[in-house]
C-alpha cells in the first residue's frame, strides 16, 4: 500500500513566481526517486500564493529519502521555505490494507 502525502504551500507575498519556479526544478528530480509513485503539483485557483503537493511513495521510509535527497535539501530547505508564509505536510496511510 502506498504512503501518502499533502504539502500545501502559501508563498509571502510577491514569491509566489518563485515558488512555482522552485516546484518546477524538483518535480521531474522528485518522480525520479525509486520509491516515488506520484509527484504532483497543484495551484490554486483562487489565491496564486498556494500550492498543494500531492504525492505518493511505496512506503514511509521513502518519503523520508525523499526529504534527505540533495534536491530536496538545495531546493525547497535552502531556498523555497524562507519564501513562504506558511507551509502544512500531512501524510496518509491506507485505511484499509
Given at each position: 500500500?502506498?504512503?501518502?502525502?499533502?504539502?500545501?504551500?502559501?508563498?509571502r507575498?510577491?514569491?509566489?513566481?518563485?515558488v512555482a519556479?522552485?516546484?518546477?526544478?524538483?518535480t521531474?528530480?522528485?518522480?525520479?526517486?525509486?520509491?516515488?509513485?506520484?509527484y504532483?503539483a497543484?495551484?490554486?485557483?483562487?489565491?496564486?500564493?498556494?500550492?498543494?503537493i500531492?504525492?505518493?511513495?511505496?512506503?514511509?521510509?521513502?518519503?523520508?529519502?525523499?526529504r534527505?535527497?540533495?534536491?530536496f535539501?538545495?531546493?525547497?530547505?535552502?531556498?523555497?521555505?524562507a519564501?513562504?508564509?506558511?507551509?502544512?505536510?500531512?501524510?496518509?496511510?491506507?485505511?484499509?490494507?
Amino acid at each position: 500500500m502506498s504512503y501518502v502525502v499533502q504539502a500545501v504551500w502559501t508563498a509571502r507575498d510577491g514569491e509566489e513566481n518563485a515558488v512555482a519556479d522552485i516546484i518546477r526544478t524538483i518535480t521531474p528530480l522528485s518522480r525520479r526517486e525509486p520509491g516515488n509513485l506520484v509527484y504532483q503539483a497543484h495551484v490554486s485557483v483562487d489565491d496564486p500564493r498556494r500550492f498543494m503537493i500531492y504525492e505518493q511513495y511505496v512506503d514511509a521510509a521513502a518519503f523520508e529519502a525523499h526529504r534527505a535527497s540533495e534536491h530536496f535539501q538545495k531546493h525547497v530547505v535552502g531556498d523555497c521555505l524562507a519564501r513562504l508564509a506558511s507551509r502544512e505536510v500531512v501524510a496518509y496511510e491506507p485505511l484499509d490494507p
